[in-house]
């Protein structure tokens, strides 16, 4: 069975259960699904799944005349590709920040038909409760701190409840804040999907990709916003979110493990790529004991570093 780690492909939109499928048939060149699941030591219906996406992106082919046999790309040409086509999705955000910076330098003239801006904490505020409010069908989402009221939802679980679907992804630096990983793992519990990706600049929601509410600053002291309704402008920022939701790392509802919640909480933590400092402050632990606790999980776990303890847990649903 491989225990290598997988690195890198995540930040083109490669899953990382299927960057371990890619790096074991690159080590055969070609094989069959079974043969990659023994490897890899899970079932070949998921090891299939995984090879179909790779497919996808490039970075395998299935051989002609044969039972579902698949080589490996040559990963240079393979990564070329990906690349051309990160580099679209990214002209595509740079089409968007062009917009957005137009929208900026107009604010002081007032609204659009497809923009209107809105200032203070009280208007964003309610501008929130009723995007969720008429959602019917789902939710979009980025966030991250500061935030300008209380960072509990009670409207989303209350549009949970009434079957809206809820994507999110957080920055890591939500996670730091006091009490917003406990409403994020609450809100998982009621059905909210949820990832972190680093680097997350912006703030936005989206209800039923048509009406759109995103911060124009994250200065609490200027609050103002733009709520955007159809129009390009709002399909690039669902681009946007596209490509960002598929960078960032799931988080997922603790599972029946032998971990109890501080474990849990610990591994969620390491997976978003906090430093050691600061999941020692959101864990009210010291540095020492943090690490201590960290050693003992990479120890239960049988993995070698961080990173593939963060695989494993999610492999056994324990994120």
Not at 31 to 45: C, G, K, V, W
Not at 112 to 137: H, M, N, P, Y
Not at 225 to 234: F, G, K, M, N
Request: hydrophobic letters at 45%; charged letters at 25%; aromatic letters at 4%.
């Amino acid at each position: 069975m491989t225990t290598e780690a997988t690195t890198g492909l995540t930040a083109a939109g490669i899953d990382p259960f299927d960057e371990r499928v890619y790096r074991a048939i690159l080590t055969r060149h070609t094989a069959r699904p079974a043969e990659l699941a023994a490897d890899l030591d899970h079932s070949p219906d998921r090891v299939a799944r995984a090879l179909d996406r790779l497919r996808d992106h490039g970075l395998v082919g299935r051989l002609a005349g044969s039972r579902r046999r698949y080589a490996a790309i040559e990963p240079r040409a393979a990564m070329e590709a990906l690349i051309r086509a990160r580099t679209v999705e990214l002209d595509q955000v740079r089409s968007a920040a062009t917009e957005l910076s137009l929208l900026f330098a107009g604010a002081q003239e007032g609204a659009t038909d497809d923009v209107e801006i809105i200032t203070g904490s009280e208007a964003l505020g309610r501008w929130f409760v009723r995007l969720q409010q008429e959602a019917c069908k789902e939710v979009i989402a980025l966030d991250r701190p500061p935030y300008a009221l209380t960072t509990s939802n009670p409207v989303e679980t209350a549009a949970l409840a009434r079957g809206v679907e809820y994507r999110s992804v957080y920055a890591p630096e939500a996670l730091q804040w006091p009490g917003v990983l406990g409403d994020i793992r609450e809100l998982i519990g009621h059905g909210e999907q949820a990832r972190v990706l680093p680097g997350l600049r912006v703030k936005l929601a989206v209800a039923d990709r048509r009406l759109a509410l995103m911060p124009l600053s994250l200065d609490l002291s200027d609050v103002r916003a733009a709520v955007i309704h159809p129009s390009t402008l709002l399909d690039a920022l669902i681009d946007y979110w596209e490509m960002c939701w598929r960078q960032a790392t799931p988080l997922g509802a603790p599972a029946e493990d032998p971990l109890d919640e501080e474990d849990r909480q610990l591994l969620t933590l390491l997976v978003s790529g906090l430093k050691d400092e600061a999941i020692a402050r959101q864990l009210g632990l010291s540095i020492r004991t943090m690490r201590r606790r960290m050693s003992r999980l990479l120890e239960l776990l049988g993995a070698a570093n961080r990173f593939q303890a963060g695989v494993i847990a999610a492999r056994s649903d324990w994120l």
